[in-house]
Every structure is written in structure tokens, then in C-alpha cells.
T-cell receptor, first 111, second 114 residues
Framework: TQLLEQSPQFLSIQEGENLTVYCNSS?????LQWYRQEPGEGPVLLVT?????EVKKLKRLTFQFGDARKDSSLHITAAQTGDTGLYLCAGDYNQGGKLIFGQGTELSVKP | EAGVTQFPSHSVIEKGQTVTLRCDPI?????LYWYRRVMGKEIKFLLHFVKESKQDESGMPNNRFLAERTGGTYSTLKVQPAELEDSGVYFC????????????FGSGTRLTVV
């Protein structure tokens, strides 16, 4: 059974600080996705990473895929209150479309 | 383009009753997925349709759950009879490809079984 360990589960920081969320597995992903979810809504796709060592940037968000495609990280620079929400990583192991989700990171950015 | 639509947004039913959840995917998306999040746990895969065919139903908990996708368009997920442990948020997602790229999720149906 594939598992995706996401950490930390909860993160409370001040506006302007930097933060990193991690996603780790003992299995190799064919692709990994990061989502953000607001209360009462479904997850919204932020990025998909496919190639080992890949780095993608989305404004202040930087996504990294490990060389071995077993781990990934999301780094937010100069967090803003609007970044508050639930961040989820999800991996596809066999290109079949079935995603394995991490437990999520509840981020709170205080003014 | 319209997103993935799920009905109802909330449902409260008694144990033993039947509930049917509906999902309308993005038009043209052949791949439709059902996921569920129970309280305190991660989102878990239930099943995957390609058009009207079940591609992977390895995540369906038991035979009280029945999913259908009529004509490859909308999908329904029926729970009969519902049990307390079925409570959670049921998400539907659709994608133009089967490789887990370009997923769009609906807002979910929050099911409470009392």
C-alpha cells in the first residue's frame, strides 16, 4: 500500500515569513500534484510535477520534485494572509489517474 | 467553461436509508473519479470511470456502494443502506486524460449519517 507522508500537519506563521511543506513516500511517483483547498470547496490544482529534480514556480510558491521522484516540497516566500488554507499533495504511482493523497497541511498566516 | 458540479452539497440521512450523490463532470472529460474524505483522514480514492466503463473500482469500501455513469456523462454514487461510518465528504473530479493530470474537483457532498 502506497503512503504519502505530508508534514507538518499544522503551521501557524506571521505574514512575511517563509515556510516549507514536505511530502514523502517510499514509492516512486509517476507524477505529483499540489492542491489548495478552501473550506466548503474542493481541492484546486496548483501544479503538477513529473520529472525528477523538476522545479516549478508560481509567483511566491516554489515546488520541487525530488531526483528519485519519491519526495516533493512546497516553499512559500513572504507568506500573505491570503495564503491561509489547506495544502494537499497527491501522487500518481502508475499513470492510471488514481491519486494517493497526503494528510494535508493546514496553514494559517496571521497579519 | 463550467466546472465539476456535485449535488447535493449536504445530505443528512438516518442509518439504513439510501442516498444518491450526483456528479456532472466538465463537458468532454472522459475520466471521472470519486474520492472520499472521512473526518481526520486523508482523501481516498473510490473509483475511476473512463466514459461509461469502470476503469478502477479498487477503492470502493463494500457492496453497499454502487457507482454508475450513464452514457459517459454524469455519474451517480448510491449508498444503500447507509451506515454511520459512511459519513464524510465525497468529492468528484474529472480529467481529460487518464494520467492524473489536469484534475478538476467539484465542491463535494458532505454526507452525515445519524
Amino acid at each position: 500500500t502506497q503512503l504519502l507522508e505530508q508534514s507538518p500537519q499544522f503551521l501557524s506563521i506571521q505574514e512575511g515569513e517563509n515556510l516549507t511543506v514536505y511530502c514523502n513516500s517510499s514509492s516512486v511517483f509517476s507524477s505529483l500534484q499540489w492542491y489548495r483547498q478552501e473550506p466548503g470547496e474542493g481541492p484546486v490544482l496548483l501544479v503538477t510535477v513529473v520529472t525528477g529534480g523538476e522545479v516549478k514556480k508560481l509567483k511566491r510558491l516554489t515546488f520541487q520534485f525530488g531526483d528519485a521522484r519519491k519526495d516533493s516540497s512546497l516553499h512559500i516566500t513572504a507568506a500573505q494572509t491570503g495564503d491561509t488554507g489547506l495544502y494537499l499533495c497527491a501522487g500518481d504511482y502508475n499513470q492510471g489517474g488514481k491519486l494517493i493523497f497526503g494528510q494535508g497541511t493546514e496553514l494559517s498566516v496571521k497579519p | 467553461e463550467a466546472g465539476v458540479t456535485q449535488f447535493p452539497s449536504h445530505s443528512v440521512i438516518e442509518k439504513g436509508q439510501t442516498v444518491t450523490l450526483r456528479c456532472d463532470p466538465i463537458s468532454g472529460h472522459d475520466n471521472l473519479y470519486w474520492y472520499r474524505r472521512v473526518m481526520g483522514k486523508e482523501i481516498k480514492f473510490l473509483l475511476h470511470f473512463v466514459k461509461e466503463s469502470k476503469q478502477d473500482e479498487s477503492g470502493m469500501p463494500n457492496n453497499r456502494f454502487l457507482a454508475e455513469r450513464t452514457g459517459g456523462t454524469y455519474s451517480t454514487l448510491k449508498v444503500q443502506p447507509a451506515e454511520l461510518e459512511d459519513s464524510g465528504v465525497y468529492f468528484c473530479a474529472s480529467s481529460p486524460t487518464p494520467r492524473g493530470y489536469g484534475y478538476t474537483f467539484g465542491s463535494g457532498t458532505r454526507l452525515t449519517v445519524v
